[in-house]
């Protein structure tokens, strides 16, 4: 029997009262005969373009719905637009996925398609439906086409190259002003492997997409066949009770990590996938991502660290034929919901261009695209994209340069007498989680214009930021616990010496650990931002980087309700 029977199938005057309301839109008797009933979650707004064209890819999986006998019922849930949303899209992306585990719960919904494309609507619906583990699946919106300006190829990535180019004096404000009308050409999200398409490409390694199309471009008609197809699989999906928490195992995420690595992804998708793990139960430790890391060869040359798009990828062949090379360190017998496994799912898929999918025996390089820190000024962790580093820099020891927070580090920046070379370490913060809060993607801090002018495009910064997935340069992202609540990273000073060892992967504050002691008793925190409404409900459960940034009382799962009654 399916849940939505208790609220259709009663012949009491709530079911009556709930035939009758559903029955104002149209519908007659017919979607009342034993169709299961399929919630199609929407992010669609056009407040977050990304996911702009989501209302036409709905329409394609009521298509398939329809074909496979299910009932489907489209609602909207909160949008998350990065390009929009201040301070940050991540400050809301436990609200959303509130949102969507809270519609499932609360209606008369048999299994569930979500549809997301902007980076943080993917694990908002991913931790929803975790947590209320309904049948479900997900469509992401696909990437845009390759962004092109003039005769030059352009991506979200070359819009930081563009912009210090600008600031450098090598290219005009004329020139940036053209490139912000071609480098997104289509519907869709970023379309470089920023976090967007590092997390679609998350969904389909989880096992949580159809097979191939995360990289589908949104403009393609395949995306929309694809939806379709997606329409008629959670019906399946729904009559043999197929959960998330059939696949979202301990070894599904073990394959988006190795993928991660593979694909050489964004640093974000570390938390978001942390975040969707803690609501499946599955615990997955931050060092669980540099174990991995260290024999899963970079195999994608996408840009911020490689040369191609998502569209060049797809036409490589896209994940299936990725994740084709890395058989051997992938957990085959895996289920997805395409109701078949792993194994099954890559049969078929071959590499059609090397220069976009490297072979296993000749990868980019041999070891993953992110490694994991520890040091005496990140205990818990801390996070760097070595694929989007400068490698020169990954052995390193410089002078600190503190800023204490965001506003300072624009204020003094470009100051001609700021205290800085191409061997500093650049320090921010009060950028993290709660310190921000909402943890922003400042972790990029911007290499000062005196710098710029001499040409140096990379030096090492620190932060207990994220940064941009489609961003580069060497960042230590991420670091745990954050200088707001009285991490080491707080008792750091301009002129302490700092070292960043990759090959032992450390991070080290050169102060005597009395003297760092005696700095954090000093320490006060700053009066907290918010202190009324959602704000303040984020600053008092907000997790740390390691934990995902999930809410302290969203980890976990609870039971789906039946209807009971609810008139006379
Ligand atoms: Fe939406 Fe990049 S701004 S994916």
């Not at 020891?397 to 503190?402: F, L, N, Q, S, Y």
Request: proline residues 5%; glycine residues 8%.
């Amino acid at each position: 029997m399916y849940r939505s029977e208790n609220w259709f199938g009663r012949r009491d005057v709530d079911g009556f009262l709930h035939r009758a309301w559903v029955k104002t839109e149209g519908f007659t008797d017919e979607v009342f005969k034993g169709r299961p009933v399929i919630g199609i979650s929407n992010s669609w707004s056009e407040l977050t373009n990304c996911n702009a064209h989501l209302r036409l890819v709905a329409d394609a999986v009521k298509r398939g719905v329809w074909q496979a006998g299910g009932f489907p019922l489209e609602f909207p849930t909160m949008s998350l637009g990065e390009a929009l949303m201040k301070p940050t899209a991540m400050l809301y992306r436990n609200l959303m996925s509130m949102d969507v585990e809270e519609t499932i719960r609360a209606n008369p919904i048999d299994g569930v398609v979500m549809l997301a494309g902007c980076d943080k609507t993917v694990p908002a619906n991913l931790m929803g439906a975790a947590s209320v583990n309904v049948p479900a699946l997900m469509i992401t919106g696909g990437p845009m086409l390759n962004g092109r300006w003039r005769n030059r190829e352009v991506g979200v990535t070359d819009c930081w190259k563009i912009n210090e180019e600008m600031r450098g004096g090598r290219m005009t404000e004329e020139e940036m002003q053209e490139v912000e009308s071609c480098v997104g050409r289509s519907a869709g999200h970023c379309m470089v492997m920023g976090t967007a398409s590092t997390m679609a490409c998350m969904v389909e390694a989880l096992g949580m997409t159809l097979p191939g199309a995360a990289a589908i471009p949104a403009a393609d008609s395949r995306r929309y066949q694809a939806a379709e197809t997606a329409g008629r699989q959670i019906v399946e999906l729904v009559n043999r009770n197929i959960r998330p928490s059939d696949i979202l195992t301990r070894k599904a995420f073990e394959n988006a990590i190795r993928v991660l690595h593979a694909i050489s992804g964004s640093t974000n998708a570390v938390i978001h996938l942390i975040a969707i793990a803690g609501r499946i139960g599955v615990d997955l430790p931050l060092s669980i991502f540099d174990d991995l890391s260290r024999d899963t060869p970079w195999l994608v040359n996408l840009k911020p660290a490689g040369r191609f798009m998502m569209e060049d990828f797809y036409y490589a062949g896209g994940l299936p034929a990725m994740m084709n090379e890395i058989t051997d360190l992938l957990h085959l017998d895996e289920l997805t919901v395409s109701g078949k496994t792993v194994r099954e799912n890559l049969i078929d898929a071959e590499v059609v261009n090397r220069e976009v999918i490297a072979a296993r025996n000749q990868p980019f390089r041999a070891d993953g695209g992110l490694v994991v820190l520890r040091g005496n000024l990140c205990p818990n962790g801390a996070v760097l994209k070595q694929t989007a580093a400068t490698e020169r820099l990954l052995q390193h020891e410089g002078r600190a340069i503190v800023f204490e927070d965001f506003e300072e580090l624009h204020r003094r920046v470009d100051d001609p007498d700021l205290d800085i070379d191409e061997d500093s370490v650049m320090v921010l913060k009060n950028a993290g989680p709660k310190g921000a809060p909402g943890m922003p993607e400042w972790g990029h801090l911007p290499i000062p214009k005196k710098l710029l002018a001499r040409g140096v495009m990379d030096i090492v910064r620190l932060s207990d930021a994220r940064m941009s997935g489609t961003a580069y340069g060497t960042a230590v992202l991420h670091i745990s616990p954050e200088s707001a609540v009285g991490g080491p990273l707080a008792a750091v000073r301009t002129g302490d010496r700092i070292e960043l060892d990759v090959r032992n992967r450390r991070l080290t504050l050169k102060v005597e650990d009395r003297e760092i002691a005696r700095r954090l008793e000093d320490w006060r925190p700053r009066p907290p931002k918010y202190k009324r409404g959602y704000g303040h409900i984020f600053l008092n459960h907000v997790l740390q980087a390691e934990d995902g940034c999930d809410f302290d009382f969203l980890r976990g799962q609870s039971a789906v309700e039946t209807a009971t009654q609810t008139y006379g």
